[in-house]
């Protein structure tokens, strides 16, 4: 069935208006049955489909994105049932996405501020489950001479909390122009720097202890190179 091609009416209310354009911050997107079984089918997975990184692990679905085209693997039907899910929102202009990310975060654990680049379309969609934890963005280096030096502090823009169970849609600006990180910390002292406060039902002060984060991160990958089954012969 084609999905939407523009993100539903229903989720402009989820639109946290106080960052660039755009972010949907969706809280309670799944239920916590649901979470149990996503957390449980993420662990099922072989201990050969983990990827050992400096700081996380993560299993990689669907193929490996590529700039000739990502050579698509079937991606199993626990994580195809969220695919589908969020692509009928909307989220991938009436494309199907394909591909998932597993990222795990111990406490302590976090990720480098990067951009997603131009393998994918322009779209990441992100399901927390375990903990909360706080993504937060930042402006790019720029190539220009500065008076001012260009820190990873003197870059940082503001931050989204994002609660086990929510969606998080990032789109145009937020996807195309900034970067995003988490820090690798064991506890996060949220401030007004932290945009969707109310809408993850939070307050300026509150001292959050982070856990151990599992996130899903579902995207497109528009360059698939088509196989040819090479079936052998009687
Ligand atoms: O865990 C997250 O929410 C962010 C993951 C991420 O930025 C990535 O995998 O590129």
């Known amino acids: ?9 229903e989720l402009k209310q989820f639109v946290v208006h106080d960052a660039l ?25 072989p201990k050969t489909k983990w990827t050992q990184l400096s700081g996380r692990r993560l299993q990689n679905w669907g193929g490996l994105p590529h700039p000739k085209g990502m050579l698509a693997e079937k991606i199993p039907d626990w994580l195809q049932a969220y695919c589908e899910k969020i692509s009928s929102l909307g989220a991938f202009s009436g494309k199907m996405a394909n591909h998932v990310l597993v990222n795990e975060y111990k406490q ?15 779209t990441v969609t992100t399901i927390s489950l375990g903990s909360h934890t706080l993504l937060d963005f930042y402006t790019p280096i720029s190539s220009l001479e ?31 122009r900034l970067l995003h990180g988490i820090q690798a910390c064991a506890q996060d002292t949220l401030t007004d720097k932290v945009v969707n406060l109310s809408a993850a039902g939070a307050v300026s ?20 190179l088509k196989t040819k089954l090479i079936l052998g012969r009687k």
């Open 146 to 176: 500065d008076a001012v030096p260009q820190t990873e502090e003197n870059r940082y823009l503001f931050s989204l909390l994002v609660r086990p169970r929510s969606l998080l849609i990032l789109q145009d600006d937020m996807y195309q």
């Open 1 to 9: 069935m084609e999905n939407p091609a523009c993100i539903l009416e």
């Open 108 to 122: 302590g654990e976090g990720i480098m501020p990067h951009e997603d680049g131009p393998l994918y379309h322009p």
């Open 21 to 45: 354009p755009t972010v949907y911050y969706i809280p309670d997107f799944i239920s916590e049955d649901e979470e149990s079984y996503l957390l449980q089918e993420v662990y099922k997975s």
């Open 205 to 224: 002060g509150e001292k959050l202890t982070r856990d151990t984060r599992v996130s899903l991160t579902i995207r497109h990958v528009p360059k698939v």
